[in-house]
């Protein structure tokens, strides 16, 4: 089974940066695409940044110009800098991975809080 831990997460006032960081027990060569998701409470939990294997990368609107995602094959790890932090990133933020289109594994979660 694949183990996907997050880290990273934590408290930051408005306007700051935070990195999150994915590592994955298996090469993440392995999956067609990365992702990095969040779920503020009360809502459903949505896609913030993806990578594929290519490289290339997806953004959310709410994101865009702020976060950037990268991996680090090297390390087995996937990346998700924030910049610009808002009130409105707050949420817990999930790391996912796509080995295909039906087979996909999530880790457990980092909490971003975004307050003065």
């Known amino acids: 089974q694949v183990q996907l831990v997050e880290s990273g997460g934590g408290l930051v006032q408005p306007g700051g940066s935070l990195r999150l960081s994915c590592a994955a027990s298996?090469?993440?060569?392995?999956?067609?695409?990365m992702g990095w998701y969040r779920q503020a409470p009360g809502k459903q939990r949505e896609l913030v940044a993806s990578?594929?294997?290519?490289?290339?990368?997806n953004y959310a609107d709410s994101v865009q110009g702020r976060f950037t995602i990268s991996r680090d094959n090297a390390e087995n790890t996937v990346y998700l800098q924030m910049n610009s932090l808002r009130a409105e990133d707050t949420a817990v933020y999930y790391c996912?991975?796509?080995?295909?289109?039906?087979?996909?594994?999530w880790g457990q979660g980092t909490q971003l809080t975004v307050s003065s």
């Open positions: 996912k991975a796509n080995r295909n289109v039906l087979v996909d594994y």
């Open positions: 298996e090469n993440i060569y392995n999956f067609y695409v």
């Open positions: 990578i594929f294997s290519s490289g290339r990368t």
